[in-house]
């Protein structure tokens, strides 16, 4: 796709660029060209998104300005998990939810739906409950049944059920695997295929985009759902990775070919590469070239449909929190001025 430039236009641009005037930069302070990393995402037929929260109406302007302008889809960070959605069995609440749907629809990015199973974030009333097997998959269903339902034809993936696997491979010993077994998971994609039959639905994982033996356990589970005709559309790969622990090209690349012989799709749902803080410049350039290498693998395999990032702004990120003494995850920094992953991205989807 880089396309040769003639001469003059070259001529032109560095000339450009020597003034200021650039649309190109390439450091910190340099202003974001006019073409979006959406639209430029677009002639690759990737979807580029971002995770946002719903606390996003009261962030800043320039928060704002970025998550309405750079992105093709974007997903709810939180307010769509179980804890939000159903905080008593007989209470469902989308105040959050459809505020976030909402301002997407009104900007023409497309959802994708985070999450219908998933152990952590579940509510109070679920887990302390002693459930039997009949009684959890009721519960289960309704939940399913109830989200997807208030948002068909609006979400356009699922993130159906989020991170089934321990990290030697075997399925999680979640709530839903101890009382109901490991059938929790094809009725969790039958149950949300009837809810909405045009959602395109996917299993959610991290620490599994390479090759090893999470996602291997990843992939029997997915050849044996697509044996048994479960409506599963696709893998997604999380990419929560460091400067020093993430997948190769090769392993990436392969685990998304053998996936795609499934007949199956991989998204990368959300990218982060954390930093031990204070980052440093070596760091940061580690950083772009784990974005530019992940995109350009997604790039090149056909069955990568969308690449999204976990919001997209330093001063907005799950890992400070949640690493302690990491942070420095994203694309843009807590000013939201541009990163060396910014460019690095645009340059991999300009080429
Ligand atoms: C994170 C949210 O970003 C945080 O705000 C929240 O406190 C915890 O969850 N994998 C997932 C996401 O699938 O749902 C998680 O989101 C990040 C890890």
Not at 122 to 129: D, E, H
Not at 267 to 275: K, P
């Amino acid at each position: 796709m880089r396309r040769l430039l003639a001469l003059p236009v070259l001529a032109a641009a560095l000339l450009l660029a020597a003034t200021g005037c650039d649309s190109g930069g390439d450091g910190p302070g340099t202003t974001p060209p006019d073409t979006t990393l959406a639209a430029l995402a677009a002639e690759h037929d990737v979807l580029f998104g971002s995770a946002f929260d719903a606390n996003f109406s009261t962030l800043e302007a320039e928060y704002q300005r970025i998550l309405g302008s750079q992105f093709a889809v974007v997903t709810p960070g939180n307010s769509m998990k179980w804890d939000a959605t159903q905080p008593s069995r007989t209470t469902f609440r989308y105040t959050n939810a459809d505020a976030q749907v909402a301002y997407a629809e009104g900007r023409g990015m497309k959802i994708r739906g985070h999450t219908l199973v998933w152990h952590s974030q579940l509510p109070f009333w679920l887990t302390s409950g002693n459930w039997t097997k009949q009684q959890l998959l009721d519960i289960l269903r309704e939940h399913i049944q109830a989200v997807v339902t208030r948002y068909k034809g609006r979400v356009y993936a699922w993130d159906v059920v989020n991170e089934p696997f321990e990290e030697n491979g075997t399925l999680r010993n979640s709530i839903f695997h101890r009382i109901i077994g490991p059938e929790y998971i094809a009725l969790a994609f039958q149950w949300a295929h009837e809810a909405d039959p045009d959602a395109k639905l996917y299993l959610n994982e991290y620490n599994a985009e390479g090759l090893g033996a999470k996602s291997n356990g990843v992939y029997a589970l997915a050849q044996q759902l697509v044996a048994a005709g479960v409506p599963i559309d696709g893998i997604g790969m999380q990419m929560h990775v460091t400067d020093t622990f993430y997948p190769s090209a090769g392993d990436l690349g392969a685990n998304m070919r053998r996936i795609g012989d499934l007949g199956l799709d991989v998204d990368i749902t959300e990218m982060d590469v954390r930093l031990r803080l204070p980052a440093t410049q070596s760091a940061l350039a580690t950083q772009a070239s784990i974005y530019r290498s992940i995109l350009t693998t997604c790039l090149a395999a056909s069955n990568c449909k969308a690449f999204t990032i976990w919001d997209f702004s330093d001063a907005h990120s799950w890992i400070p929190s949640t690493f302690p003494g990491f942070g420095a995850a994203l694309i843009f920094d807590e000013d939201y001025e541009p990163k060396p992953a910014y460019w690095a991205i645009r340059d991999a989807l300009e080429d």
